[in-house]
């Protein structure tokens, strides 16, 4: 399974933009990448997927490197709502590893 | 659309009994995943049911057991409880090709057991 990297915890003002980071150097070359959040007492939830190409939804951005071995998810305005961990999950074998995930808290 | 259902919410358990969690996925998704949270161990995949047949399995022991039925409810089983069985057991479920997950997982609420 490819390990993933992410920073354990982060924060950001709200209204302001959030760069999450992850590296991924074992990724293979078919494997999506996929990023979900789980807010607290909550399951977790679907934020965005991609393979190579950048990604955007009405939730965020995902920004892929060109190498794979790395990808940002992007919060363009980050709200109160958006603190949650943030787990970074490159999809092997059909098996979804989360990992620890980074925390995000939002500062108002 | 409705979505998972996991049931029950909550449950307190003692040591040695044996415990059956329930999920029914939304309607249409054929695969059902189910995963372990502890504060200690994070998000642990247990295992994966797709056409009543398990896919694929995580690192767990015998004690901890699936199924699914006919219409993609399934269920989990953990027999002979421990102390450190206490955690959120989640389900999700996707859409899924024999050969390959298709959609992005869709989480029920959680089962939190406890064990005493």
């Not at chain 1, 965020?60 to 919060?75: G, M, N, P, V």
């Not at chain 2, 372990?36 to 056409?51: A, C, K, M, N, V």
């Not at chain 2, 609420?109 to 064990?115: A, F």
Request: glycine letters at 8%; hydrophobic letters at 30%.
């Amino acid at each position: 399974d490819a390990k993933t990297t992410q920073p354990n915890s982060m924060e950001s003002n709200e209204e302001e933009p959030v760069h999450l980071p992850c590296n991924h150097s074992t990724i293979s070359g078919t494997d999506y990448i996929h990023w979900y959040r789980q807010l607290p007492s909550q399951g977790p939830e679907y934020v965005i997927h991609g393979l190579t190409s950048n990604v955007n939804n009405r939730m965020a951005s995902l920004a892929i490197a060109e190498d794979r071995k790395s990808s940002t998810l992007i919060l363009h305005r980050a709200t109160l709502r958006d603190a949650a961990v943030y787990y970074c999950i490159p999809l092997t074998g059909n098996q979804f590893y989360f990992g620890t995930g980074t925390s995000l808290t939002v500062i108002p | 659309k409705a979505g998972v259902t996991q049931t029950p919410r909550y449950l307190i358990k003692t040591r040695g009994q044996q415990v059956t969690l329930s999920c029914s996925p939304i309607s249409g998704h054929r695969s059902v995943s189910w995963y372990q949270q502890t504060p200690g161990q994070g998000l642990q995949f247990l295992f994966e049911y797709f056409s009543e047949t398990q896919r694929n399995k995580g690192n767990f022991p015998g004690r901890f057991s699936g199924r699914q039925f006919s219409n993609s409810r399934s269920e989990m089983n953990v027999s002979t409880l421990e102390l450190g069985d206490s955690a959120l057991y989640l389900c999700a479920s996707s859409l899924r090709l024999p050969d390959k997950i298709t959609g992005e997982l869709f989480f029920g609420e959680g089962s939190r057991l406890t064990v005493l």
